[in-house]
């Protein structure tokens, strides 16, 4: 969603545009940017692409500082109005922002009162009238911005200009803000990825924290006073932007094999298996596991894995339903929240109220510096390095595979059975990424297709779930998933000649009964395309439309295996129809909002 950058040092619209560039991945419907030149702070704001924005900026002289922002629409419809930067109505006050000011109606309410007015939609304009309110009785910079968090509520990462200090302040409120110095040269950012190319280490701003930083300067400060910080290494994996893949989708999807190479190495260490270990876990006699979208996914299968392995009770459940569930959780309870972001609103409120009741909370995570890694109280990364396409997919298997092995190491702490590492590696030693002619085949011909369904039983239902998203969201083709056995009680009714039908079959225990029903749809005109990892008679697959046979491992790690056909298929069916499959419309990399 959102994304903010700042930047001390020439060259100031190019630096920001070009890290802006970077932060589009996570979505957004207008950009704008701020710079200091000439003696002013000159605003620039465009909506739609950053390419708009760049078409109204003039040369500038002299540009020392600045800052810039991507939002995505929440108050307010997507115009270059609501587009930030927010400017107070003295001129003065300039900023950005992340994040949502829950109390902002009754802020302007009480603004208007005393005679501002408001020229937005945005939550984000009180605080940068709130900024001139509280500049009229008070002249310490620091101080003014002090107040006015004091005054708002909410979630925030500002970045902020005034006209007549040369640097940005800044503060920080549940939403992420870093910043990086190098020299006379400092960026802020809401993303570490910005700081590729600039940077090897940066701070991390905390909850509570305002700041100032320019040229010269970089100083951090709570309620307590200044704080001291150590900065933190970069680490920007294998993210590089001049990839040989067209798309980030397909190159993160390649990096697959690569992220279960980092888990193995991670893992095998001592030190890093006993995090989880040697944390005190006693009386733990349930487990919940609580994602969105495609880390709700991997808790469904998560939640199998760990029933199986634990032989205790174990859901999984989606964020935005778990917050307002009153979840029946106490300290007997373990709560993994799996994010690949870290930063998604639900599962972070999922956290809060997991922690109100008593639970211990494991965040399962791939941002390591995320609000939710640093929240929970055992943080366990999932090392698939940076995603930036919207469609998770290395995630998801790196997901997956940490689950199978967080399983593996709770069954030796509560029931003893040493835990190692070969069927992982097995997963590594057998994977591959399958016959891409064939996948290019059936891209070729779902991308004339509107509706399809997928369907399995057991492990298989959560592999059709998750191709199901990503076919839905990279090519906009209604894929729904249904339970095989649910077949004849009600959505046969949809099928005719024109329908597609995914059918996993890589469950013995239920292969016999999943194949009746892909037989019962075939019998009504559906076009089967069997999903399969057993090596079948050829009659008892001769009238279906398709096959895709993948190896088969034995283990609940065959989830990893069976989801990369699909993520490759989404991804060439997105591209035949002319999508762009890193940024389906209208998503965001990470939903920072409810
Ligand atoms: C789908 C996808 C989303 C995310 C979901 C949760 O491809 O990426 O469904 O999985 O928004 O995001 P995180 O994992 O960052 O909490």
């Known amino acids: 969603m959102c994304g903010i950058v700042g930047y001390v040092g020439k060259d100031t619209e190019r630096v920001l545009i070009e890290k802006l560039k970077q932060l589009e991945y996570r979505g957004y419907d207008s950009a704008g940017i701020a710079v200091k030149a000439e003696q002013k702070i000159n605003v620039f704001k465009a909506k739609g692409e950053i390419k708009n924005l760049e078409k109204t900026i003039v040369p500038l002289k002299d540009a020392q500082f600045g800052i810039g922002h991507t939002r995505w629409a929440t108050h307010g419809k997507p115009d270059e109005i609501n587009a930030h930067p927010h400017v107070s109505s003295d001129d003065k006050w300039v900023i950005v922002h992340n994040g949502i000011i829950e109390n902002y109606l009754e802020i302007k309410d009480e603004l208007t009162k005393k005679g501002m007015s408001f020229y937005s939609e945005t939550d984000t304009e009180t605080v940068a009238k709130l900024l001139e309110f509280h500049s009229r009785k008070v002249e310490d910079k620091m101080e003014i911005i002090s107040e006015t968090c004091d005054t708002i509520k909410g979630s925030y990462a500002l970045a902020i200009l005034n006209k007549e200090t040369n640097g940005i302040?800044?503060?920080?409120?549940?939403?992420?803000?870093?910043?990086?110095?190098?020299?006379?040269?400092?960026?802020?950012?809401?993303?570490?990825?910005?700081?590729?190319?600039?940077?090897?280490?940066?701070?991390?701003?905390?909850?509570?924290?305002?700041?100032?930083?320019?040229?010269?300067?970089?100083?951090?400060?709570?309620?307590?006073?200044?704080?001291?910080?150590?900065?933190?290494?970069?680490?920007?994996?294998?993210?590089?932007?001049?990839?040989?893949?067209?798309?980030?989708m397909i190159k993160?999807?390649?990096?697959?094999?690569?992220?279960?190479?980092?888990?193995?190495?991670?893992?095998?260490?001592?030190?890093?298996?006993?995090?989880?270990?040697?944390?005190?876990?006693?009386?733990?006699?349930?487990?919940?596991?609580?994602?969105?979208?495609?880390?709700?996914?991997?808790?469904?299968?998560?939640?199998?894995?760990?029933?199986?392995?634990?032989?205790?009770?174990?859901?999984?459940?989606?964020?935005?339903?778990?917050?307002?569930?009153?979840?029946?959780?106490?300290?007997?309870?373990?709560?993994?929240?799996?994010?690949q972001s870290g930063e998604t609103a639900d599962t972070l409120a999922a956290h809060e109220i997991s922690k109100q009741k008593g639970a211990v909370t494991l965040a399962l995570v791939n941002v390591e510096y995320s609000a939710l890694a640093k929240s929970a109280d055992i943080s366990v990364?999932?090392?698939?390095?940076?995603?930036?396409?919207?469609?998770?997919?290395?995630?998801?298997?790196?997901?997956?595979?940490?689950?199978?092995?967080?399983?593996?190491?709770?069954?030796?702490?509560?029931?003893?059975?040493?835990?190692?590492?070969?069927?992982?590696?097995?997963?590594y030693n057998e994977f591959d990424y399958g016959n891409i002619n064939n996948f290019k085949l059936l891209a070729d011909v779902f991308q004339y297709n509107d509706k399809m369904f997928m369907i399995g039983r057991g492990a298989d239902y959560c592999t059709a779930q998750e191709a199901s998203l990503k076919i839905k969201e990279t090519s906009y083709i209604n894929s729904d998933t249904y339970y095989a056995g649910e077949l004849k009680h009600g959505f046969l009714a949809l099928i005719d000649e024109k329908t597609y039908v995914v059918v996993f079959a890589t469950e013995k225990n239920v292969l016999s009964k999943t194949l009746c029903n892909a037989e019962e749809a075939k019998a009504r005109g559906a076009k089967i395309i069997l999903f399969t990892c057993f090596d079948l008679e050829p009659s008892l697959t001769e009238n279906f439309y398709f096959v895709i046979k993948v190896k088969e491992l034995g283990n609940a790690l065959q989830a990893v295996l069976n989801i990369v056909p699909w993520q490759i298929i989404a991804y060439y069916t997105s591209v035949n129809k002319g999508y762009n499959p890193d940024k389906p419309r209208n998503l965001a990399k990470s939903v920072t909002v409810e």
């Open 169 to 248: 302040y800044f503060a920080k409120n549940k939403s992420p803000l870093f910043i990086a110095k190098k020299g006379e040269n400092v960026m802020i950012a809401s993303d570490v990825i910005c700081f590729y190319g600039f940077a090897d280490e940066y701070y991390s701003v905390e909850d509570g924290e305002i700041g100032y930083t320019d040229a010269n300067t970089l100083v951090f400060k709570n309620k307590f006073g200044e704080v001291v910080k150590n900065p933190i290494k970069c680490d920007f994996g294998n993210y590089n932007n001049a990839n040989t893949y067209k798309h980030f």
């Open 252 to 339: 993160e999807i390649y990096e697959t094999k690569n992220a279960i190479k980092n888990i193995i190495e991670y893992y095998s260490q001592e030190e890093n298996r006993n995090k989880i270990l040697l944390r005190k876990l006693d009386g733990i006699k349930r487990i919940k596991i609580v994602g969105c979208g495609t880390a709700y996914h991997a808790g469904l299968m998560g939640s199998k894995i760990f029933e199986e392995k634990l032989g205790i009770e174990c859901t999984a459940y989606v964020a935005s339903e778990f917050r307002y569930q009153d979840p029946k959780i106490g300290d007997d309870t373990l709560v993994i929240l799996i994010s």
């Open 381 to 427: 990364p999932i090392k698939a390095g940076v995603e930036v396409a919207v469609a998770s997919t290395k995630a998801y298997s790196s997901q997956l595979t940490v689950l199978y092995i967080l399983a593996g190491l709770l069954r030796e702490k509560f029931i003893g059975d040493k835990f190692n590492m070969a069927d992982v590696e097995k997963l």
